[in-house]
Nanobody, 125 residues
Framework: QVQLVESGGGLVQAGGSLRLSCAAS????????MGWFRQAPGKEREFVAT????????YYTDSVKGRFTISRDNAKNTVYLQMNSLKPEDTAVYYC??????????????????WGQGTQVTVSS
C-alpha cells in the first residue's frame, strides 16, 4: 500500500522560510508526478506545485512562482517544497499528493490519486 507522510510544517514570521518534506513508501514506480496542494480554512484545496517523476520538470501556481521550489530525492523517495519569502496568505494545511495519470501539468485534484495527511503552515504578520 502506498503511503505519503508530510513533515516540516510550523509557525514562521512573514518573510521567513520553511521546507516541507513528503516521504513516500510502497509502489512508487507507477507514479507519473507528485505535487503539493494547500487548503486554508473555509477555502477549497488549491494547487501549489508539481514535479514530473521521469525528468523533474516542474510547474507552479502563479502566486508562489519565484518563492517556492519543488524538488525530489529519488534515493530517499522524498519530495520537498522549499518555501521562501512566506506571506500570511500562505497559511494553510499543505498536502502532498501523487498521481499516475500521464497528464501534464494536470493541476486539478482529480489528477492525483494518493494523498498525505497534511501538515500545518502558519505565517504570522
Amino acid at each position: 500500500q502506498v503511503q505519503l507522510v508530510e513533515s516540516g510544517g510550523g509557525l514562521v514570521q512573514a518573510g521567513g522560510s520553511l521546507r516541507l518534506s513528503c516521504a513516500a513508501s510502497g509502489r512508487t514506480h507507477r507514479w507519473y508526478k507528485m505535487g503539493w496542494f494547500r487548503q486554508a480554512p473555509g477555502k477549497e484545496r488549491e494547487f501549489v506545485a508539481t514535479i514530473r517523476w521521469r525528468d523533474s520538470d516542474t510547474y507552479y501556481t502563479d502566486s508562489v512562482k519565484g518563492r517556492f521550489t519543488i524538488s525530489r530525492d529519488n534515493a530517499k523517495n522524498t519530495v520537498y517544497l522549499q518555501m521562501n519569502s512566506l506571506k500570511p496568505e500562505d497559511t494553510a494545511v499543505y498536502y502532498c499528493a501523487a498521481g499516475d495519470r500521464p497528464v501534464w501539468p494536470g493541476t486539478h485534484v482529480t489528477y492525483f490519486a494518493t494523498w498525505g495527511q497534511g501538515t500545518q503552515v502558519t505565517v504570522s504578520s
